[in-house]
């Protein structure tokens, strides 16, 4: 039920007291952006998912951390929604009738048990303590498609109020002696019973996230499990996180290799190697051991086969990564590991010369607790989802494709630039006309109309042949072809180039680079392009790119030689990939200097220097 408490002391005095508190925090704002934007993390964000809910974004957030000797609250309360939390108002912010306003033990107490409060396994509300309360902005965790339509769902992205300002609260909930099994969540609620502000929360237990953003619109009790907070969950089974389980497998079928990826927490890794951690963090030398043994560990336990036969794909890569708000977030060398909160994840790879027909992995990697692992299987036509347990261990893919059209990689033929077309049949006849007119002129005895009507016919079929009977022929003074030429020319072979790189088998590779790129400068460029133009996506792996956009060439030039020329280009392309059973997009702005000549009958590169490969905005 309410208290009186909750009724505001504010009156109309309420606008004018945010508004006199608030103004100051507009002064320092600038530069604490400043130092926020300038203090990078050492993490790198992998975006996995858009969370479409809007309790990330809504009017209040509250984040709550269980630890071991209590919970940890940080709320932003929005500055409309004061009055709710009214409690937590430091008396210094009011100007007047600070006299009548309740104790502050008073109103904290109350707050306990009528604002947010929290409750132990006996029902009776945590003593609560404001270590901080203070003006700030609210922390931006809008979506970059905030209030634009999610091209994968077609909703609109929430996004936050405009106004900025929060009241911003440190809180702590103590357990006091004894650690409860569980904990109940109220918001704050009028005499019916309803919500009397909207409230967005996520919830950790210790350093492990319980739930993604959701709304606390009711009472919620959460099941502490003190042995590993992996498993504390709420009662509530719509209130749990993306990244449930603890081991995830993938196996991804394309045209160029078989790859199979796996998710792993920590925790679960070190069980499988066999290493036993000691704390809530990785010590180096755990560290090591996991980077060192996993590898080996987890190809033996998940063997892979194609087409019947058992194969042994190659270690690619390993990264230790962290649940984020918005998917995975890839933690440096620098970066603690936390035991039980991250995830070590894994790339093996085997090279394929077009689609195989069947491939599976066989999991055999059970640690303790874990009893059914997710598994999916994907190809372009999407994934394919099932779920392993210790009695059914195989992912199986299965080629369902009727045809498979492998990527074209042509020549780049002459064009007007070095060609110029004749008309063969035409010189042929003209010829043939002024001889036979030359006989015909001499040869007196053949009546004159004959003579004019031979020589009219062969001028008429002269004429008809300007339409048919051209050959086309290597212009001997050709020069440095036109804006247009270069741009059909460059971007011919920076598509031939973006689709051979797809190439896992060194010898298709090579094959299909040889076709535009001429044979003496071929190790330099095919190292040029390959440092340069291989775009690595966020999960690891490299991705996939279709087509190119925006091609601009410019200063156009004579080749040193006199023989092709160069240009300056640039162009953007988008790559895809499949990693950690989500899907990923980049898009890339390049800039290369190019030496193109004519070689063999068609155009290829000498030589080719990518100046910039930048994310486009």
Known sequence: MQSVLWKSTFGKKYESLSNMTFRRMRM??????????????????????????????????????????????????????????????????????????????ERIKDFAQNGLSIRGTDGVPLNVIANLVEPRTRIDRASPLAGQRDPVSGQVVPAPPNDKRVLYAELFYSFGDARPEQITIT???????????????????????????????????????????????????????????????????????????????????????????????????????????????????????????????????????????????????????????????????HPANGYAQEATVEWTAFPNRVTNVPGSATDAAGPFLTELTPQDTVLTWINHFKTYEPAVIAPVAFGKERTVDVPLLTIVLITFTIGAAAILSRRRSVPVAQRIGVVGILVVVTGVSTQFGWITVLNPVAGVPDDPAATRITGHLIENFHKGLQAKIPQR???????????????????????????????????????IRDLVVTNTAAASGGNGFMATVNWSATASGNHWGHPHQKNIRFSALMDVAPIDGSWKLTGMTVTTAQPET
């Open 28 to 105: 320092w704002l600038p530069g604490w952006f400043m130092a926020v934007t300038l203090v990078m993390s050492p993490q790198i964000l992998l975006a996995d998912f858009v969370p479409l809910n809007g309790a990330a974004v809504t009017s209040n957030i509250a984040e709550i951390r269980v630890s071991d000797d209590g919970v940890q609250v940080n709320l932003e309360v929005f500055v409309r929604d004061i009055p709710v939390f009214e409690a937590l108002v430091p008396e210094r912010w009011y100007k007047d009738e600070t006299s009548t306003l309740p104790a502050l033990a």
């Open 187 to 349: 918001p704050p609620m009028d005499e019916n019973g309803r919500l009397r502000a909207s409230i967005g929360m996520i919830v950790y237990d210790r350093d492990v996230p319980v739930i993604d953003f959701r709304y606390l619109s009711d009472q919620e009790t959460l099941n502490i499990d003190w042995s590993d907070p992996w498993y504390t969950s709420f009662e509530n089974s719509t209130l749990k996180r993306h990244y449930r389980f603890p081991i995830q497998t993938f196996l991804y079928a394309t045209p160029y290799e078989i790859r199979h990826e796996a998710l792993v927490r920590v925790r679960d890794a070190a069980e499988i190697i066999g290493a036993p951690i000691a704390g809530r963090t990785l010590t180096a030398a755990e560290r090591k051991e996991i980077e060192t043994r996993l590898p080996s560990v987890l190809n033996e336990r998940s063997p892979m086969t194609v087409e019947g036969e058992k194969v042994v794909p190659f270690f690619d890569r390993l990264s230790f990564m962290r649940i984020g708000q918005r998917g995975l977030n890839f933690l440096g060398d620098d970066v603690e590991i936390l035991t039980d909160a991250d995830f070590v994840g894994l790339i093996y790879s």
């Open 509 to 547: 590779l090579d094959d299909a680079l040889n076709v535009s790129i001429s044979e003496e400068s071929f190790q330099d460029v095919k190292q040029e392009l390959t440092r340069a133009l291989l775009v690595e996506m966020q999960g690891g792996g490299v991705g996939t790119i279709d087509g």
